[in-house]
């Protein structure tokens, strides 16, 4: 800041540099008393009431900041001292127009002043003003004649044309200003050529292009090979393909490992139009990772196939004999991409296909790549192939032991990766998949001394061993549902992690472990572990927060979504401050980047849902206090700007960045988990396609709808049931319009269930009668009651206000709320009792696998708490304003003999509810009754009872949970041998600790919502007493 001028405003630079100082070293206080007493002797000096009010908003007094910046603005300053701090302020004051105002009247003051015009820029950069962008650099071009104004144009044209409403004849503007640029000047820059060549590109004029780069500009290329490939790509985009594979050709003679040109060429050299969608998907991020020409088939007769695959396969012969081979992966990898084309083809040589993989394998079979390098082509070996793959590589594995230990286990890990990547053990039976996690664990165990030199942060040499055994451990509790299975894997990912904590797939698979078994805390508390932080939020939220959201730690909720807002926030307000930075350093060709990441990040889904989420949760935690949900409702719009995000508009534009590669096979999406239904016996790779990803994406539109609508619905429950209770005639039209449109949001809450409304309402009362269950029909348990809860709101509105009568409802006003709620408990506590499989002691009440206490906590805080509050709005319409219930039990005048059998209702709902709740509230004492020393006697009983090692007399291992603990504990044995951190790490862990951390994660959660059913009995206990 004291860099900019001498003296500001007439100030002399000694008088203000103390400010300069107190404010850049963050001492506030000290810098408003400067300030203050710069004020007193010069109390009309715009600069220094902006520094002031800069110096207010950094101490958080937002209130006290904008009427200084205010006043400065009115002195309408010109110099760009001034207007630069009061700029700073205004974007953290959220007034950036404001700002804008003030360089616009500083412009118009000194047209000529090509700073303000700059400044005037920024503003409309961080505003998005395309189109002010074009006019102000504009005019700093015909000021100044220089070439990255010029350039500022251009690149605000190409912004109205792929972000803004501009038509692609603007286009057609900047290539007729860059080509007067060149002819009269040249250019000088490298970008400026990129930015004139992509402006080319867009208008489909690809061959003047090409005679662009062949010219004197194509010599600002320093890179030759930069520039071969722009050539190379313009020749696909205009179908050239032979003319391309010439010039692809000479980049991989120089640069043989690149493996997107390598793709390219094989394409051109087909002559395959894939190419050009590889490019295209390349730069689109919503593009499935399957390579376009996977499913491709080339229109080539076999002999030009045969002919043009044989110059393939001669030409990278030849990359593979140029020096320093044994670095370069490329030239070999793609003897694996001609075999699958030829597959692909229809010409499969299956000897030949192997051989190439095995080849890769011996000389790269070493590397921590191996697995992602061959993952894609795996696939194409067809099943009964496979066996003699894994037998070979096995083979060569044993033949290669002289490489040294390191390389030996790395070649080891690799085959072990391709078995698991082909599904062997989802074949295989239990007890094979057993003796395959004691082979792993005995793997790793016999290798650990090799990682006891190494530092804390480096990764170890095996650890993914141990990834691939809990794999196979949670195979098998899929298959068989004992819980002994899900516990050793969690105990084994807990022993790695005491090794080394830093293994980020450990953490994330415990993450999703714990949360299974409804230990959220644990669950969390390892999340935390991770440190994630900026926009690894935005990717990695996924893992935590629909878990955190069906449990009852709100605190918890609360800090995530706090920080992930803050980030998300914070960005959004610095983005524009980052594309400026791309213009002032010249480089044009990441400006559409970065404000279409910008763009991705303001419609984020994840963003979307977190706010939506937030307002929920504060509903969800006020929903005993009647007043609070007023004013929570009321600072919505009565719930309109929720519903607002809801438009169709809104909901097409999401974009969705969560990294769910991430996540475990079990559970390939947030809501989805194949632990909780029958074995299938298949992976979770198989789904990352398109197609797949496609209804992913329209589920979570769908299912991001719905949420937006519990305010409003929540806000006319509370309004209609009101009408019902008020007899004022004039709030008729009010009361139409308002159960008008309840009806029809509730129509679009059915849909978003998957039914009509008249379908929904038949299936509820399906399962009223008893004829199906929730279980049975496979539905969404809480959604569905929350659908009835409002239903049943708007029917008694509908009918008690003559809005509609019994006979014109769509459906039988006999369906019953309270027995919904009854019976949804009741189905819930007989699904989540444990089976005889995990205790025969019928007095200790215990959480099992897969429990639905999530499920509990999401019904009782959301659906139940949605009665709750309209029967508090009925309660409070009930008695006068004021007064309290006579002892008697008379109501009172205001109630006539047509509200008495609403009253009548609404005494009987509060029975019923409180007796629901009270249900509730005694399941969960049963869990806070137990002994915890009884429970973890349990738990370990699950591994040591069944646990044991059984060996026939030929040696095989019988399947049973513990086999694998027992190999670890083991390891206790050899700690001398592990060097004094790891030594430590082994000889400290103890097993007892995992089920210790379930237990007191269980008793956290059935206690915290003990204590939300006592608050919720409290409130219907003062209703009863009420009415």
């Not at 080394?500 to 644990?522: K, N």
Request: glycine share 4%; net charge negative.
């Amino acid at each position: 800041m004291s860099s900019k001028l001498l003296v500001a405003g007439g100030i002399a630079e000694r008088r203000v540099r103390p400010l300069w100082d107190a404010i850049d070293t963050r001492q506030y206080k000290n810098a408003l008393k400067l300030a203050n007493t710069l004020l007193a002797k010069h109390p009309d000096s715009p600069y220094i009431l902006a520094l002031k009010a800069l110096v207010l908003e950094r101490m958080g007094k937002l209130e006290e900041s904008l009427p200084l910046c205010l006043n400065a603005k009115d002195a309408g300053p010109v110099d760009d001292l001034t207007l630069s701090t009061l700029q700073i302020v205004f974007q953290r004051l959220d007034c950036l127009d404001l700002a804008t105002s003030c360089y616009e009247h500083a412009c118009a003051k000194l047209p000529n002043n090509l700073d303000l015009m700059m400044g005037l820029f920024n503003c409309y950069v961080r505003e998005y003003s395309y189109v002010k962008q074009q006019q102000t650099a504009m005019k700093m071009y015909k000021l100044v004649g220089e070439e990255r104004f010029l350039l500022w144009a251009v690149c605000s044209i190409q912004l109205q044309v792929s972000c803004g409403n501009g038509g692609e004849k603007l286009l057609s503007l900047a290539e007729a200003l860059l080509k007067k640029r060149i002819e009269s000047h040249g250019l000088l820059e490298l970008e400026a050529l990129r930015v004139y060549i992509s402006v080319l590109e867009q208008l489909g004029k690809f061959e003047v292009a090409l005679d662009v780069l062949a010219g004197k500009l194509g010599d600002l290329f320093k890179i030759e090979n930069d520039k071969l490939r722009i050539q190379g790509k313009l020749l696909i985009c205009g179908h050239e393909y032979a003319a391309a594979e010439k010039i692809l050709r000479n980049i991989l003679e120089t640069c043989t490992d690149d493996w997107e040109v390598f793709l390219q060429y094989l394409d051109c050299s087909l002559g395959d139009d894939s190419v050009k969608k590889r490019l295209i998907s390349a730069q689109n991020h919503h593009q499935s990772d399957t390579a376009p020409n996977s499913s491709h088939l080339t229109s080539l007769t076999e002999e030009e196939f045969d002919k043009r695959i044989s110059d393939v396969h001669s030409f990278i012969e030849k990359l593979q004999q140029m020096d320093g081979h044994e670095f370069r992966r490329g030239p070999f990898l793609a003897n694996l991409e001609i075999e699958k084309r030829r597959t692909i083809f229809g010409k499969a040589n299956a000897v030949e296909f192997m051989q190439a993989f095995l080849e890769y394998y011996k000389r790269f079979g070493y590397l921590a790549s191996f697995k992602s390098d061959v993952e894609e082509f795996l696939q194409f070996f067809h099943p009964s192939e496979r066996p003699k793959l894994l037998k070979m590589l096995h083979e060569s594995c044993s033949q290669l032991s002289s490489d040294g230990a390191v390389r030996q286990l790395g070649r080891a890990i690799a085959v072990y990766q391709v078995e698991e990547y082909l599904d062997m053990t989802f074949t295989a039976s239990n007890d094979d998949c057993v003796v395959q996690a004691v082979t792993l664990t005995r793997l790793y165990l016999d290798n650990l001394n090799l990682s006891k030199d190494l530092d804390p942060q480096e990764s170890m040499h095996g650890e993914e061993l141990l990834t691939m055994v809990c794999n196979i451990l949670m195979q098998l509790f899929w298959r068989t549902q004992h819980p002994g299975y899900l516990l050793e894997a969690i105990m084994i990912l807990e022993f790695g992690l005491s090794i080394r904590r830093h293994i980020s797939q450990y953490r994330i698979m415990l993450v999703h472990m714990y949360t299974y078994w409804a230990a959220t805390h644990s669950a969390f508390e390892w999340y935390k572990s991770m440190e994630i932080k900026n926009i690894l939020l935005e990717s990695m939220t996924h893992h935590i927060f629909p878990q955190l959201l069906s449990s009852p730690l709100w605190s918890e909720s609360y800090e995530l979504m706090k920080e992930y807002l803050k980030f998300h926030e914070d960005y959004l307000k610095e983005a524009a401050d980052h594309t400026f930075l791309v213009y002032r350093h010249i480089n044009y060709s990441k400006v559409l980047e970065f404000v279409k990441f910008r763009e991705r990040m303001q419609n984020s889904y994840n963003y979307l849902l977190v706010r939506i989420e937030q307002t929920i949760l504060q509903l969800k935690e006020k929903a005993d206090k009647f007043k609070e949900v007023e004013n929570i409702l009321m600072k919505l719009n009565s719930g309109m700007e929720v519903l607002q995000w809801s438009e169709e508009k809104c909901l097409d534009s999401l974009s969705f960045n969560g990294d769910w590669k991430t996540r475990p096979w079990w559970s390939p999406a947030p809501d989805e988990c194949y632990l909780s239904g029958p074995f299938e016996g298949e992976a979770s790779h198989q789904k990352n396609d398109l197609e797949y990803q496609c209804l992913r994406e329209k589920q979570m539109r769908i299912f991001v709808k719905r949420r937006c609508l519990l305010p409003r619905l929540i806000c006319l429950s509370i309004r209609c049931v009101g009408f019902l209770m008020d007899s004022d005639a004039g709030k008729a039209s009010d009361m139409h319009g308002s159960c008008a449109e309840f009806q029809q949001l509730l129509v679009q809450y059915s849909s978003s269930l998957g039914f009509s409304f008249d379908e929904a309402l038949g299936i509820l009362s399906s399962i009223q009668s008893g004829q199906k269950s929730f279980k049975e029909l496979k539905l969404d348990l809480v959604d569905w009651i929350t659908f009835a809860v409002f239903y049943n709101a708007w029917k008694l509105s509908a009918e008690g206000t003559g809005f509609a009568s019994k006979e014109k409802l769509s459906f039988d006003s006999s369906l019953s709320i309270d027995r919904l709620m009854e019976l949804s408990v009741k189905e819930l506590i007989a699904c989540s009792a444990a089976p005889q499989l995990y205790t025969s002691d019928c007095s200790l009440k215990f959480i099992p696998a897969g429990s639905l206490m999530p499920t509990m906590t999401h019904l009782v805080t959301e659906s139940f708490a949605w009665h709750g509050l309209i029967l508090q709005s009925c309660v409070r319409y009930l008695l006068p304003l004021g007064k309290k219930k006579k002892k008697s039990g008379a109501l009172g005048s205001h109630i006539d003999g047509s509200s008495s059998l609403i009253v009548e209702v609404i005494q009987c709902s509060i029975a019923s509810f409180t007796s629901t709740i009270q249900s509730v509230k005694s399941w969960l004492g049963g869990y806070l009754d137990n002994s915890k020393d009884q429970e973890l006697d349990l738990f370990l009983a699950l591994l040591e009872g069944r646990g044991e090692t059984d060996e026939s007399s030929s040696g095989k291992i019988t399947a049973r949970p513990g086999c694998v603990l027992k190999i670890l504990e083991s390891s206790l044995d050899m700690v001398s041998e592990l060097g004094p951190r790891i030594g430590q790490a082994v000889q400290t862990w103890d097993a007892a600790t995992v089920p210790r951390k379930i237990i007191n994660s269980h008793h956290r959660f059935a206690l915290l919502l003990h204590d939300i059913c006592e608050s919720k009995l409290k409130t219907l206990k003062a209703m009863k007493l009420s009415v």
